[in-house]
């Protein structure tokens, strides 16, 4: 079964740091790109990051550039995104989707939960 | 806010035909990017609906159809049924802001 799971999500005080996983299983995990989308309480859909197949390229919505970090580890079949200097306005459920062409996902996780709140 | 408009709201009887517009600009939609839509149910996570403008991936209905003419794109649903209630997202590549972009979603209510 195709698959994707998050974990890592939490509360977090303002200006502080969280590392959210996503494990990958049913499928070919290094031969896709990989996104994070998230979605603030109540809010709609904000893209965040892709990487590429091989970790080469990664791209960033401007609010988070600067701030996170999203990487993969193909061996270990995850995905991962490093988030720095946390703000009130990054609270949202933060999803893993396996990306299959111009942007579009059509796996997702259940999503992990940030909360930033001091 | 987001550069893709979506109404807030459509709402239709069961086996109605609703349909949603996502109306972008000359730097998304109308710069020849791929439209896509994604269905929200409830607590859920988001499901591919509609790729490439106008592809079903398997698996989802033909009741749900897209179109894209220039700087907008469309969403129909013909035969509305009570499990389409939900939330329901387009989304783009935006070349001025170098970032795939989100429409500001619309949620169908099925009377």
């Known amino acids: 079964e195709v698959q994707l799971v998050e974990s890592g999500g939490g509360l977090v005080q303002p200006g502080g740091s969280l590392r959210l996983s996503c494990a990958a299983s049913g499928f070919s995990f290094s031969s896709y790109w990989m996104s994070w989308v998230r979605q603030a309480p109540g809010k709609g859909l904000e893209w965040v990051a892709n990487?590429?197949?091989?970790?080469?390229?990664?791209y960033y919505v401007d609010s988070v550039r600067g701030r996170f970090t999203i990487s993969r580890d193909n061996a270990k079949n995850s995905l991962y995104l490093q988030m720095n200097s946390l703000r009130a306005e990054d609270s949202a459920v933060y999803y893993c989707?396996?990306?299959?062409?111009?942007?579009?996902?059509?796996?997702w996780g259940k999503g992990t939960t940030v909360t930033v709140s001091s | 806010q987001s550069v893709l408009t979506q109404p807030p709201s459509v709402s239709g009887a069961p086996g109605q035909r609703v349909t949603i517009s996502c109306t972008g600009s000359s730097s998304n939609i109308g710069a020849g990017f791929d439209v896509h839509w994604y269905q929200q149910l409830p607590g859920t996570a988001p499901k591919l609906l509609i790729y490439g403008n106008s592809n079903r991936p398997s698996g989802v209905p033909d009741r749900f159809s897209g179109s894209k003419s220039g700087t907008s794109a469309s969403l129909a649903i013909t035969g509305l049924q009570a499990e389409d209630e939900a939330d329901y997202y387009c989304q783009s590549y935006d070349r001025s802001l170098t970032a795939y972009v989100f429409g500001t979603g619309t949620k169908v209510t099925v009377l």
């Open positions: 990487t590429k197949q091989d970790g080469s390229g990664k």
């Open positions: 989707a396996r990306d299959v062409g111009s942007g579009s996902t059509d796996v």
